[in-house]
């Protein structure tokens, strides 16, 4: 497990420099933001450039974990999909090839005539990157590489990172929206039993240097497996009333009405289904609260093993809810990542139907259950 997560971790760091990357670099960010805005979009390149950067993240992570565990090729799982259509209107899968120059040529088939984007973005792809932490030599729990299986959001929180916004002043720690929520995710998950075990979030966007203005970074990792908790955090402070739960803008009012009432004006608003299990993890919230099924087992599996290295979870809202109605009041169970939802197709096939809560301490869990059973259509 140790070598397993010294390698998530570089891997996470890889993808981070590519996400800066493609904000700092002019001929990068130009098409960045063009995509964002242009009237003219798709038109040279049938997807548009974040799209490009998203995959071209997910596909490193695949090479890199696939070249270091031959046993995880065929159970890496991400968000997109890696076909392009180019404008002469040809298929191509983006990957990294086995030099600089071939992967530049295929990106640059993608990208044509951005010849220069794709030189930039190949050599981020090949370059090696190895994460220096002392305190990874202490993990000694043993997992084979065959027996999990991974899935990764390259960049979650997308439209925050196309934005780009410096200036969202935190309330309580929680950013509204803004650069900070874009976040490179990574999680194990068990394959016969579909538990999460292992899970890593990378802030690419975590700070300036207070001198060179260039961006800092940061990471944060959990293995939760066979009764054994590791994390880079600190054990979570002892739970405070009220407690304070994040959500996001969209959610229903009915769910927004009967957690104020719970919060007593803590009720706090977030982007990113990652960013706000983050907000969860770092002790800035009690609980992510989420009612319908927009999130998916890429966006949770990471955030859900940290959660559990320090003694919470995530579990699937409409499910618990409905054990309760039914007078269940025992422990409802933690979503599990590898088996699709049946009748679905495509990415609905992983998504997290019937919402979900992420937690630290149970009584919280028990707390955000009662009050939202009250409510109406949930």
Known sequence: MAALLKDVLSASEKAAEIARLCRDAEPLFRLLVAEKTGADRNQRFSHDFKTLADVLIQEVIRHDLGAKFPELRGHIGGEESNEFTNANGDTVAVRVCGTVGETAALLGSVLHPEREAAELLAAAAHR??????????????????????????PIDSTNEYIVGREDVAPQDGIAPSGLCSALVLIGAYERSSGRPVLGVINEPFHRRHPQTRGWQGRYHWGIAYQGTHLSSLSPPAPPRPPPRVVLSRAEAQGVRDALASLCGGHLRFAAGAG???LCVILGHADAYVLSGGSTFAWDACAPHAILCALGGGVVALGDALRARREGDTGTPPQLTYNRPAEGAVGAERWANRGGLVAYVHPQHLEAVLEVLAAVPGL
């Open 275 to 277: 960013y706000k299990m």
């Open 128 to 153: 090696d990157v190895a994460v220096g932490d002392a305190a990874l030599d202490g993990v000694t729990v043993s997992i084979a590489p065959g027996d999990v299986a991974v899935w990764i959001d």
